[in-house]
C-alpha cells in the first residue's frame, strides 16, 4: 500500500495535480507517526510512511491547509473521510483545493495498548498481517495485531469512503453490525448514581491539556469559548473539582449531531477516558428519538438537531428516558 | 548501606505512615498514579507514573490569596496552610533531578514560598530504574538511572531493597525506619548498578547529545528554518508540557465571587494561543513561535540562566504522550544535523 501510495504521490506532484501532499511521516522508533506536509518526490521518498501506526485522522489539518494557495493531496481512510465531508458541510474546507485519495484501513494499531502488556525497550515492529514481532532490548515479544487495536478500530463503523477523488484498492462497506453502542446500553442500564460514579472517576483524571479538543475534527471554532478570559467560563484554574467535568459536558453537547465518532478523542488523550462513550451516547440517542444519523455521511442537507419537524420529540423526554 | 526483605515492604510503609503519609506509584486502569498510602496499597511495579511527581510540589491549582470586599475595605486573607510532612516514595532518577531543576525556578529570589512550604516537608526516597523503555533518554543530561539522586536512595534486588541515605534529611528519614533494616555490603546493588548501565548503553536514544545546545546558540537556534517543519503539524495541546516534569509555567487567575475575589494559581502552557496575550495583544501569534518557546527555553533559555543546566530530564513522557508524536528528541535531531 506505501508503495502505491508514494507512487501516486509523486505522480500527482509531477503532473501539477497537487503542489503539496499531507500523509504520515515516519519517526524515531517503530511507532511514532507524525503528520507532515510533502513538497517533493525526494521529500516523500526519505520520510513517507503508511503502516499500522497511521492513526492520525488527517481531515481537521485541511481546514488551514485548504485555505493556501494551490491544491493539496491527501490520503484518507474510510473513517476519516466522513470527517473530511462533515467539514465540507459545515463550510470549512475549500474543496476545490484538496484532491482525495481514499486508501483502505484494516484498522490501526496503538503503541500504547502494546507497552501496556509490559513490553518496553522497543527497537523494531514488524507485521505479518495478523501478528507484531516487537524486537526489544529485553528479548522479542509476538502480539496479536487484534488485541492491540485502536478502540474504534475494535468497534470500526464503516469500511466505506464517502468522499473522494480517487480510491486505492476496492471500496469497503458501511459495517451495520458494529458493537460500538454496547459500552453505551452498559452504562444507560446503570443507576443514576453508578453512571454518575463513572463518570466521576473517570473525568477526574483530566490534566485538561486540551488534546481531545484540539484533534476534534468538529471542534473547529476559531476561538473556544474556553481559551477566551471574556466569556467568563474559561477554567483554566479548576476552582472545584466539577468543572473538568463540566468541560466535557459542554463539550459533548456542542458535538452533538456533528461528532462522527472518529474516534480521535480517545486516541489521544494522554489518561486515557473513554471520552468517545460521551459522544457515542448522544448519537445512539439521535438514532433513536430521530431516526438513524451518521454525521459526515452526506456533505450537504438537513441535520436531525438543526431541523425542526413536528414529530421531534418533546423537552419531557430527558425527564421520562434520563431519570431511572 | 542497609536492606529490607521486600516481604515487609507493607511493615514499612505502616510505620512511615505513623509519621507523614506516603505517597507512592500505583497502578490504575490507565497506567500508574502517586497515590497515598493506606492499607492495601501496592507498589506499582511500572518503570514510572504518567503525571510527573511535579504535582507534589508544584499543584495543577492552587488558592494564593483571597480577598474580602467590605463597604470601602478590602480584606487579604492568606489561605495558606503549613504543609504536612510527606514522602514520595519510588519516585524515577528523571524525576529527582526535574525537583533540582524547579527549585532553580522557584528557590532563587524572590523565594517562592508556596512552593518553598511543599519543597520542605518532603522527602524524596528515589528508586532505580531496572527496565528503562525506549523512550529514556535521562543520560542524555547526565542523570544515571542506576544512581538515583533525592534524600535516599533505594535499589531493588532479589527479593530485598536496599537504602542508601544522600542528605540530612535523608539520614533521619533512615534513622526514623532504621529499627526496620539491616547492615548489608553493597554487592547486589552494585551487580545491579552494572546492569542497568548496560541496559542504558543498549537504548535507542543512548547517543543523543546536547553539544549543539546551550545559552550560547541562541541566534543560530532561533532562526533555524526547521522550526516550521517541526511544528506544522502540532495541535497546540498542552499534553507535552503538563506531562512533563520541569515545565514550570503557570498563570494567575482572579475569580470574582460577588464579594470579592479568589485567586488562583494554575499550570499554562506556551503552547497555547492564550499564553503570551498581554493588554497590548500578543506576541506570539503562530503555533511556530509558541512551538520554539518551549524547545528554546529547555535548551536554550534555561541553560542560560541556570549554569547551563537544560531544562529537559529525558524522562520520555513527552514523547510517549504526544498525539503527533513530535518531541524533543525529535527537535534535537532535527536542530543538530
Ligand atoms: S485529552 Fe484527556 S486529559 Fe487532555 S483534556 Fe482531553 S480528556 Fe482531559
Ligand atoms: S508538541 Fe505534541 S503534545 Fe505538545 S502541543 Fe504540540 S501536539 Fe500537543
Ligand atoms: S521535555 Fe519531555 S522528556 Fe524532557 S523532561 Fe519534559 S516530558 Fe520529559
Ligand atoms: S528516563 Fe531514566 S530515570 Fe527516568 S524512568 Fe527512564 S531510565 Fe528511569
Not at chain 2, 528554518?225 to 508540557?241: D, Q
Amino acid at each position: 500500500m506505501q508503495g502505491r501510495m508514494i507512487e501516486m504521490a509523486k505522480k500527482l506532484l509531477g503532473d501539477g495535480t497537487v503542489n503539496r501532499v499531507i500523509g504520515w511521516k515516519k519517526g524515531e522508533f517503530a511507532y511514532d507517526i507524525t503528520p507532515a506536509v510533502f513538497e517533493n518526490a525526494e521529500e516523500i521518498d526519505a520520510d513517507f510512511v503508511y503502516d499500522d501506526f497511521c492513526g492520525h485522522n488527517l481531515s481537521k489539518y485541511l481546514i488551514k491547509e485548504s485555505k493556501k494557495d494551490g491544491k493539496m493531496l491527501v490520503f484518507l481512510k474510510p473513517c476519516d473521510t466522513y470527517s473530511f465531508n462533515q467539514l465540507i458541510k459545515e463550510h470549512r474546507i475549500n474543496r476545490e483545493n484538496v484532491y482525495i485519495v481514499g486508501i483502505p484501513c484494516e484498522g490501526k494499531a496503538s503503541a500504547e495498548t502494546i507497552k501496556e502488556k509490559g513490553i518496553s525497550g522497543i527497537t523494531g515492529i514488524s507485521s505479518d498481517g495478523d501478528n507484531f514481532k516487537v524486537n526489544t532490548i529485553y528479548g522479542d515479544e509476538t502480539v496479536a495485531k487484534s488485541d492491540v487495536l485502536e478502540e474504534r478500530c475494535t468497534v470500526c463503523k464503516s469500511k466505506k469512503h464517502v468522499v473522494y477523488d480517487e480510491l486505492i484498492g476496492e471500496d469497503g462497506e458501511v459495517n451495520e453490525n458494529s458493537s460500538r453502542f454496547d459500552m453505551v446500553a452498559k452504562l444507560e442500564n446503570m443507576t443514576a448514581d453508578e453512571r454518575y460514579a463513572f463518570w466521576r472517576n473517570e473525568l477526574s483524571k483530566c490534566i485538561r491539556c486540551n488534546a481531545c479538543r484540539n484533534v476534534c475534527p468538529a471542534c473547529s471554532c476559531e476561538n473556544c469559548v474556553f481559551d477566551n478570559p471574556n466569556s467568563g467560563v474559561s477554567n483554566k484554574a479548576a476552582v472545584t473539582s466539577f468543572e473538568e467535568n463540566m468541560f466535557h459536558i459542554i463539550r459533548a453537547f456542542h458535538v452533538a449531531g456533528r461528532c462522527t465518532d472518529c474516534g480521535e478523542c480517545s486516541r489521544v488523550c494522554p489518561q486515557n477516558i473513554p471520552l468517545h462513550l460521551l459522544n457515542r451516547k448522544f448519537i445512539k440517542d439521535i438514532n433513536e428519538l430521530y431516526g438513524d444519523y451518521q454525521a459526515g455521511e452526506e456533505s450537504e442537507g438537513r441535520t436531525p438537531l438543526t431541523t425542526y419537524t413536528k414529530e421531534d420529540c418533546e423537552p419531557s423526554i430527558v425527564n421520562e428516558r434520563g431519570c431511572k | 548501606m542497609q536492606k529490607l526483605s521486600m516481604e515487609k515492604l507493607d511493615e514499612l510503609f505502616r510505620k512511615m505512615s505513623e509519621k507523614q503519609a506516603v505517597y507512592l506509584p500505583v497502578d490504575k486502569e490507565n497506567g500508574a498514579k502517586f497515590e497515598k498510602w493506606s492499607e492495601g496499597t501496592k507498589m506499582s511495579q511500572a518503570l514510572n507514573t504518567i503525571r510527573s511527581a511535579k504535582d507534589f510540589i508544584f499543584p495543577q491549582t492552587e488558592n494564593l490569596v483571597d480577598f474580602k470586599v467590605n463597604g470601602k475595605n478590602i480584606e487579604v486573607a492568606d489561605t495558606r496552610e503549613e504543609c504536612e510532612d510527606f514522602v514520595i516514595f519510588g519516585m524515577k532518577a528523571c524525576d529527582a533531578r526535574s525537583f533540582g531543576i524547579l527549585d532553580k525556578v522557584f528557590l532563587s529570589e524572590p523565594v517562592d514560598t508556596y512552593y518553598k512550604n511543599r519543597r520542605e516537608h518532603g522527602v524524596l526516597v528515589t528508586l532505580a530504574c531496572t527496565k528503562p523503555s525506549e523512550t529514556c533518554f535521562c543520560q542524555t543530561f547526565g542523570i544515571n538511572p542506576a544512581e538515583p539522586e533525592g534524600d535516599v536512595s533505594t535499589w531493588i534486588a532479589d527479593g530485598e531493597m536496599y537504602f542508601e541515605a544522600n542528605t540530612e534529611k535523608g539520614k533521619t528519614f533512615i534513622e526514623s525506619i532504621s529499627d526496620m533494616l539491616e547492615d548489608c555490603g553493597t554487592e547486589k546493588v552494585d551487580a545491579q548498578k552494572a546492569k542497568i548501565n548496560e541496559i542504558m548503553r543498549k537504548l535507542p536514544l543512548n547517543n543523543l547529545k546536547t553539544d549543539a545546545f546551550g545559552g550560547d546558540k541562541l541566534n543560530e537556534l532561533f532562526n533555524s528554518p526547521k522550526w516550521a517543519e517541526l511544528s506544522e503539524s502540532c495541535l497546540g495541546c498542552g499534553t507535552c508540557t503538563f506531562v512533563c516534569p520541569t515545565c514550570q509555567c503557570y498563570d494567575i487567575k482572579d475569580f470574582d465571587c460577588g464579594n470579592g475575589v479568589k485567586r488562583f494559581r494554575c499550570w499554562d502552557s506556551c503552547m497555547y494561543s492564550d499564553f503570551t496575550r498581554m493588554a497590548h495583544g500578543n506576541s506570539r501569534n503562530s503555533q511556530l513561535e509558541r512551538f520554539r518557546q518551549r524547545f528554546m527555553h529547555k535548551l536554550v533559555y534555561f541553560p542560560a540562566n541556570n549554569d547551563g543546566e537544560f531544562g529537559c530530564v529525558g524522562c520520555g513522557r513527552c514523547l510517549a504522550k504526544c498525539p503527533i508524536s513530535m518531541n524533543i528528541v525529535k527537535v534535537m535531531k532535527a536542530l543538530e544535523g
